[in-house]
């Protein structure tokens, strides 16, 4: 089983800069890949990036706004978020997935961005 709890959130005003950051534990080394997504209040989830061995892929929501790595000595996954703006607020999931496909979501955290 792999577990990952994300951290981080909190509130911050508009044009400011946050990171979040992912732990993942248990049988991490059956990940294979990583990923932030977001819930903004009445929409879906959507993606905001990606980290596999192919590499790391962007959604378009914050595309230019965001980086995010993955530190594998310590099995943290971090999103820096820069620029932010009052539509990005919502619930932010960290995601892995393992080699056979299994998704294991954590239970978010939320980032409030006030005008």
């Known amino acids: 089983q792999v577990y990952v709890a994300e951290s981080g959130g909190g509130l911050v005003q508009a044009g400011g800069s946050l990171t979040l950051s992912c732990t993942a534990s248990?049988?991490?080394?059956?990940?294979?890949?990583t990923g932030w997504y977001r819930e903004p209040p009445g929409k879906e989830r959507e993606l905001i990036a990606r980290?596999?061995?192919?590499?790391?892929t962007f959604g378009d929501s914050m595309m230019g706004r965001v980086n995010t790595s993955w530190d594998a000595s310590k099995n943290v996954m971090y999103l820096q978020m820069n620029n932010l703006k009052p539509e990005d607020t919502a619930v932010y999931y960290c995601?892995?997935?393992?080699?056979?496909?299994?998704?294991?979501w954590g239970r978010g955290t939320r980032v409030t961005v006030s005008s």
């Open positions: 248990g049988r991490t080394a059956s990940i294979k890949a």
């Open positions: 995601n892995a997935r393992t080699r056979l496909g299994v998704e294991h």
């Open positions: 980290i596999s061995g192919e590499g790391t």
